[in-house]
């Protein structure tokens, strides 16, 4: 929105105030998030604002108006409909106001502090801030903090996707750095920490891991069944195990018990913090058993006692990646019955 003339219509309810472009973060946020999605923005007339209420104007004829619901009373909009979305919003972190187009509500504005899942430090860091610092910064109190890094984590939880096409763009290494350093907060038993990590951008390197890798799951094919899919996938020549992406890294364990597990946890860390950085990500499985061999361990280089595991392909997303469906969980909660407490014999 462009701020033009400092007088209101008495209809948004907001009433005259000479205001200036403005760097509040909150109005920030609010312009910023359409100009990345490309919209178009009108040109508005009539704009004023009313401090710590909110802003209004008028677009294309229709009269705008944005904020607390304080500014919506006084512009008499009624706003019991929104009442439960913009609760749920306040309760997940975001900061919720109203957006009313000719005096009806049309929706509320959730802005919230986007923290990266790799920004530890700065998180930290705000927890042992005054309050009036964290005001300073737009955050209410550590409360609102950790329920804004609940909400980020959520959407990262939901929102990241198998990733399969990438465009060409690499991956730089201060964010490869980042997602590691996300990946080994992972816990892991008796505290072991037990990682190896190892980044290959080589484009060639990667394609002859993908060849290497497509001939050795062929070879196991011949003693075993496996789906007419998979196959043809191994032999298609121009299928490429990594998708061309520009990032291969590999998470190799310290042989023991646990590998799996401590790959596992990690590499979910590493595709979380891949997300939070706009990237996209995919465990390439297809991998496991080539790098797993002699050969394999020595092109990439695995040291000695540990077990290469969790192949991850990074790269920047070509487009969009649907959601996959989930199956109902398969959830069950245990009773304590008779016949159930004595299937323990020690009971
Ligand atoms: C252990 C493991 C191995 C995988 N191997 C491959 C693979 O070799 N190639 C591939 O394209 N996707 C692979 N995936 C990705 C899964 O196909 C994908 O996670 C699944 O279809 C669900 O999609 P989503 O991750 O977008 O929710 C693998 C995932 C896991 C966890």
């Given at each position: 929105m462009q701020q033009h003339a400092n007088h209101l219509p008495s209809t948004t309810g907001i009433r005259e105030q000479p205001t200036s472009a403005t760097n509040h973060p909150l109005a920030s946020a609010i312009v910023d998030a359409p100009k990345e999605r490309g919209n178009r923005f009108g040109e508005a007339r009539d704009f004023g604002s009313s401090v710590g209420k909110g802003v209004g104007g008028s677009v294309e004829g229709r009269k705008l108006a944005t904020g607390s619901h304080r500014i919506m009373a006084e512009a008499e909009v009624e706003l019991s409909a929104l009442a439960v979305e913009v609760e749920r919003l306040r309760v997940q972190g975001a900061t919720a106001i109203f957006v009313a187009i000719d005096r009806k509500a049309d929706g509320p504005l959730a802005i919230a502090?986007?923290?990266?899942?790799?920004a530890p430090p700065a998180i930290r860091a705000c927890g042992r801030q005054s309050f009036a610092s964290r005001r300073a910064h737009g955050l209410r109190s550590v409360g609102d903090t950790a329920r804004i890094i609940a909400m980020e984590l959520t959407e990262a939880i939901y929102g990241r996707r198998a990733t399969r096409a990438f465009t060409g763009e690499t991956v730089t290494r201060p964010v490869l750095e980042r997602l590691v350093d996300a990946a080994i907060q992972a816990p892991s038993a008796v505290n072991e920490q037990p990682w190896d990590f190892v980044v290959i951008q080589n484009a060639l390197l990667l394609d002859r891991i993908s060849v290497a890798a497509k001939a050795h799951m062929l070879e196991a094919m011949d003693s075993g069944t496996y789906p007419h899919w998979l196959r043809e996938s191994m032999e298609?020549?121009?299928?490429?195990i990594f998708y061309h992406a520009p990032a291969l890294i590999v998470i190799s364990v310290s042989?023991?018990?646990w590998a799996a597990e401590h790959a596992a946890l990690a590499a979910e860390n590493l595709m979380l913090a891949a997300y939070a950085e706009g990237l996209g990500s995919c465990w390439i499985g297809f991998a496991q058993r080539w790098l797993e061999t002699t050969e394999g361990r020595r092109a990439i280089d695995v040291p000695e006692g540990f077990v290469p595991v969790a192949p991850i392909i990074i790269g920047h997303p070509a487009g969009t990646t649907p959601p996959v469906p989930r199956k109902p969980a398969h959830l069950r909660w245990a009773t304590t019955q008779p016949t159930v407490m004595s299937a323990i014999s020690t009971l």
């Open positions: 502090v986007r923290i990266k899942v790799a298609n020549p121009d299928f490429h042989a023991g018990g």
